[in-house]
T-cell receptor
Framework: GEQVEQRPPHLSVREGDSAFIICTYT??????FYWYKQEPGAGLQLLMS?????DRKEEQGLTVLLNKKDKRLSLNLTAAHPGDSAVYFC?????????????FGKGTQLIIQP | GGIITQTPKFLIGQEGQKLTLKCQQN?????MYWYRQDSGKGLRLIYY???????QKGDLSEGYDASREKKSSFSLTVTSAQKNEMAVFLC????????????FGPGTRLTVL
């Protein structure tokens, strides 16, 4: 089945700097790609999603890059601020009728230092 | 907007006990999911339900049962709690179909003594 590797597991950056998280996946049929944010004691909040025909997507200080040849998905968070401290997960899904069977990475604990 | 409610927030059980976790959503979503989150392991899909009366096994269904009582609710039962087990169980819902945002509840934290 699908395998997703996410790195780094822990990341600490200074306020105003950029944070970069990368995921690699194994199934070339993977069609949908997601980045989620989880704050302490809360569920997951969707940050961005991309379909497989998109190479780059930018929204509100976040950039997602998708390299289908290398099966690599990345999230770049620019100008980090303390509210960005959280655990970030990538997730991928193949085309499944009726539902998205997501495979998650293990998460990246991001700490923004003042 | 809508909300997903999970009860209880904290659940403490004994080894071998049967434990039930409940999830309610008011998004009017067709599809609901149960995930298990272990520290350092990401989320793993246990069961999902595409529509009311449907039930599908995920990657981690052994040791669990699920029930979609009605469109708005989805329950998960741990059939025999394992000693020293600790995990967070997250419920999610979405509209039917692929590439649909899943909305997550805050989770139920399970501790087995």
């Amino acid at each position: 089945g699908e395998q997703v590797e996410q790195r780094p597991p822990h990341l600490s950056v200074r306020e105003g700097d950029s944070a970069f998280i990368i995921c690699t996946y194994t199934d070339s049929a993977t069609a949908y790609f997601y980045w989620y944010k989880q704050e302490p004691g809360a569920g997951l909040q969707l940050l961005m999603s991309v379909f497989s025909n998109v190479d780059r997507k930018e929204e509100q200080g976040l950039t997602v890059l998708l390299n289908k040849k290398d099966k690599r998905l990345s999230l770049n968070l620019t100008a980090a601020h303390p509210g960005d401290s959280a655990v970030y997960f990538c997730a991928v899904s193949a085309d499944t009728e009726g539902a998205d069977r997501l495979t998650f990475g293990k998460g990246t604990q991001l700490i923004i230092q003042p | 907007g809508g909300i997903i409610t999970q009860t209880p927030k904290f659940l403490i059980g004994q080894e071998g006990q049967k434990l039930t976790l409940k999830c309610q959503q008011n998004f009017n979503h067709d599809t609901m999911y149960w995930y298990r989150q272990d520290s350092g392991k990401g989320l793993r899909l246990i069961y999902y339900s595409i529509t009311e009366n449907d039930l599908q096994k995920g990657d981690l269904s052994e040791g669990y049962d699920a029930s979609r009582e009605k469109k708005s609710s989805f329950s998960l039962t741990v059939t025999s709690a394992q000693k020293n087990e600790m995990a967070v169980f997250l419920c999610a819902s979405s509209i039917r179909g692929g590439y649909a945002e899943q909305f997550f509840g805050p989770g139920t934290r399970l501790t087995v003594l």
